[in-house]
């Protein structure tokens, strides 16, 4: 069950010390290593903390405090990730969680999940670039290469929408394998027609598509952050904050960019974009001014 923000809250002290006494009992192979049910607490807890502290976010190594615990909790985790009684919410955390935990013991599971004929769409493709991570990258590439059978045709104006929609789901991909040279560069094409196509469209549409683009900026900085490329990052980080859907806060603690928050530039463009993004939001807020009266 979902637990409340407030009950959340107040948690994660006592969920990482657990975690860290009962990985110490682990390794030592003292007795006192979890039963089942402490290991699925212990799992529970820790989803707990980080959809409390940083759900707006999904980086690589979010989950780190349950790598530890090894096979045994990447098998639950799968677990979660298949029951569909779960909250969806709580399964996709699971999926996130096993992108830092799975390990080679656990890729006979996994292709049993794949031959499931009624796995659901958004499973099958957790489960497919999990064993691209581990090394089994035939179903991860054969999807990127259905893809590229749509995405790198020049678009006509016929098929523009299925190759932007194509572009989103690849860089995705590239991007979740650790193909960041090539995440990138499906960004930034996409970025483009993009921006070709706003001003060809009814003006009641520009303002959607504008902010969508805004949006994968923040995709783009991600991958530019993990390259080392820190100025381009800055730079499609500053652009995204123009999108209705990303916050400062998710630059704040998103683990992608941390190279980011580590540059001395850091502090002063945080700054810079919180006092721009108050000042627009009170503009957003004062009502205009009325006319006087004769």
């Known amino acids: ?7 959340r809250a107040t948690r994660p002290e006592k969920s990482l010390l657990w975690l860290l006494v009962t990985t110490m009992a682990i390794s030592s192979g003292s007795s ?3 039963l089942p049910a402490d290991l699925s607490t212990i799992v529970q807890e820790e989803l707990d903390r980080v959809a409390a502290t940083e759900d707006q976010v999904r980086y690589r190594g979010q989950y780190a405090a349950l790598v530890p615990l090894g096979t045994p909790a990447a098998r639950l985790l799968l677990t979660m990730l298949r029951n569909e009684d779960l909250f969806i919410a709580r399964r996709r955390q699971a999926a996130n969680a096993l992108h830092d935990v799975a390990n080679t013991e656990l890729i006979g599971a996994l292709h049993q999940t794949m031959a499931d004929l009624l796995l659901e769409p958004w499973v099958e493709t957790e489960v497919g670039l999990l064993l691209a991570r581990l090394g089994e990258r035939q179903t991860l590439d054969r999807w990127i290469g259905l893809l590229r059978r749509i995405t790198d045709p020049p678009p006509t104006t016929v098929t523009l929408a299925e190759v932007l929609k194509g ?4 860089g ?6 650790a193909d960041l040279a090539g995440a990138s560069l499906t960004h930034q094409r996409r970025v483009g027609l993009m921006k070709d196509l706003i001003p060809r469209v009814s003006k009641r549409l520009q303002s959607a598509l504008t902010d969508e683009m805004h949006a994968i900026h923040y995709n783009l900085a991600c991958c530019l952050a993990l390259s080392g490329k820190v100025e381009e990052a800055f730079e499609a980080a500053q652009i995204s904050l123009l999108s209705s859907t990303i916050r400062i806060t998710m630059v704040e603690v998103d683990g992608d960019l941390r190279a980011l928050r580590a540059d001395p530039q850091w502090g002063e463009w945080l700054l810079q974009q919180r006092l721009l993004h108050q000042s627009s939001a009170r503009e957003l807020e004062e009502p205009e001014p009325k006319e006087k009266q004769r």
């Open 1 to 7: 069950m979902a637990h409340s923000k407030r009950t």
């Open 32 to 34: 006192a290593a979890p």
């Open 167 to 170: 572009l989103g789901t690849l």
């Open 172 to 177: 995705d991909l590239q991007f979740r394998s």
